[in-house]
Nanobody
């Protein structure tokens, strides 16, 4: 089992920044790639970014490239999502997830989610 706990969501104005954190625990969490997904009201959940624990290889959705940065701190077992130049369309519940491969759209384990609201 892998446990994931997110933090850092909130309300921000358009153009602002937020950083999300995801603390991972469990016996085998380092064998998975870590990703951030988001789900806006009435829309399907989408993959936003992902990173591997060992090499730090990253993946980004086109909609966030150049604005979001995913990183990890192996010593703290924590993954971060730095979100800059936020837009109202970034408003969603953001979920941390552990998945088998960097670019797969599916995940094996999910966090509880954290709300991000961007006001115009």
């Amino acid at each position: 089992q892998v446990q994931l706990v997110e933090s850092g969501g909130g309300l921000v104005q358009a153009g602002g920044s937020l950083t999300l954190s995801c603390a991972a625990s469990g016996r085998t969490f380092s064998s998975y790639a870590m990703g951030w997904f988001r789900q806006a009201p009435g829309k399907e959940r989408e993959s936003v970014a992902a990173i591997t624990w060992i090499s730090g290889t990253t993946y980004y959705a086109d909609s966030v490239k150049g604005r979001f940065t995913i990183s990890r701190d192996n010593a703290k077992n924590t993954v971060y999502l730095q979100m800059n130049s936020l837009k109202p369309e970034d408003t969603a519940v953001y979920y941390c997830a552990a998945k088998d491969r960097l670019t797969t759209p599916r995940a094996r384990y999910w966090g509880q989610g954290t709300q991000v609201t961007v006001s115009s």
